[in-house]
């Protein structure tokens, strides 16, 4: 049980063009989910908190009107990179977790490999 | 502000061998420590978790062990395998998961 997916697993794109990536908890509600970012050979890196039907939090230096989140249901919610650049190239993991902490237990999906022409 | 910090960054060893992986953190108060495995290009493997209140967890060839005095987790693989090989992540907080550079692990046949 617990498994979060995510979806494109891999995605390039232009210069300037928005990306949607897709978290889903396939056999569980989460009322939280959290976005991160992975840099090559850096750490995971939390962008945002999202609980369910409520605005996201963001991290500090985290932009918000360019990396949306959207958390509409208890199974999925959703990272859109607008006017995407080079250096929004990056792997971006979600991971989901049943309580409104990030104390609970989070599942972590397989993560999407960014990479912006 | 949570620091966590792993070393090595990188190891090799032959199979059968027992290793620790370090982790340190800056922060006492974390609410638990955690350790993933991470696959090239995949992602995240929970291995262990570790609640503030204890002081160690096992499963399988794997032990981890938690200091929250001295701000220092470990873990340790028993009779280390080829599969064993990836990188190892730890991460803990007291208000969101931070997580380490981690250690790349290499087990040679």
Not at chain 1, 20 to 31: G, M, P, V
Not at chain 1, 33 to 59: C, D, H, I, V
Not at chain 2, 47 to 72: F, H, P, V
């Amino acid at each position: 049980g617990a498994v979060v997916s995510q979806h494109p697993s891999w995605v390039i794109c232009k210069s300037g063009t928005s990306v949607k990536i897709e978290c889903r908890s396939l056999d569980f509600q989460a009322t939280t989910m959290f976005w991160y970012r992975q840099f090559p050979k850096q750490s995971l890196m939390l962008m945002a908190t999202s609980n369910e039907g409520s605005k996201a939090t963001y991290e500090q230096g985290v932009e918000k009107d360019k990396f949306l989140i959207n958390h509409a249901s208890l199974t999925l919610s959703t990272l859109t990179v607008t006017s995407a650049h080079p250096e929004d190239s990056s792997f971006y993991i979600c991971s989901a977790g049943r309580g409104r902490a990030y104390q609970e237990t989070q599942y972590f999906g397989p993560g999407t490999r960014l990479l912006v022409l | 502000k949570q620091e966590v910090t792993q070393i090595p960054a990188a190891l090799s060893v032959p199979e059968g061998e027992n290793l620790v992986l370090n982790c340190s953190f800056t922060d006492s108060a974390i609410y638990n420590l955690q350790w993933f495995r991470q696959d090239p290009g995949k992602g995240l493997t929970s291995l262990l978790l570790i609640q503030s209140s204890q002081r160690e967890q096992t499963s399988g060839r794997l032990n981890a062990s938690l200091d929250k005095s001295s701000g220092r987790s470990t873990l340790y693989i028993a009779a280390s395998q080829p599969g064993d090989s990836a990188t190892y992540l730890c991460a803990g907080g007291s208000e969101k998961l931070v997580f380490g550079k981690g250690t790349k692990l290499t087990v040679n046949p």
